[in-house]
Nanobody, 119 residues
Framework: QVRLVESGGGLVQAGGSLRLSCAPSGRTFTMYSMGWFRQAPGKEREFVAAISGTGHNTYYADSVKGRFTVSRDNAMVFLQMNSLQPEDTAVYYC??????????????WGQGTQVTVSS
């Protein structure tokens, strides 16, 4: 069992930055690939970024490539978000599972953290 807790969301102006953190519990954390997804009001949950269990491989949605960076250490997973735009406004979720851009491949999910970007 893996429990995930996100933090770091908030309100930021367009062009600003935020760093999201995800704190997994459980000794098997390093076995899992980790993903970040987001869901805006009235829209489906969409893939943002993922990182393999070793941290050697990263994957990004085209919409965030070059602006967002996913990373991990032995204890946490991070999503550095730069050059934020209003369309990045959403609830951001951390997930643990098999590396993929499909939500169905992830077994565990956090409760989400709100990111709001004002224009």
């Amino acid at each position: 069992q893996v429990r995930l807790v996100e933090s770091g969301g908030g309100l930021v102006q367009a062009g600003g930055s935020l760093r999201l953190s995800c704190a997994p519990s459980g000794r098997t954390f390093t076995m899992y690939s980790m993903g970040w997804f987001r869901q805006a009001p009235g829209k489906e949950r969409e893939f943002v970024a993922a990182i393999s269990g070793t941290g050697h491989n990263t994957y990004y949605a085209d919409s965030v490539k070059g602006r967002f960076t996913v990373s991990r250490d032995n204890a946490m997973v991070f999503l550095q978000m730069n050059s934020l735009q209003p369309e990045d406004t959403a609830v951001y979720y951390c997930a643990a599972g098999s590396v993929s851009d499909r939500a169905a491949q992830y077994d565990y999910w956090g409760q989400g953290t709100q990111v709001t970007v004002s224009s």
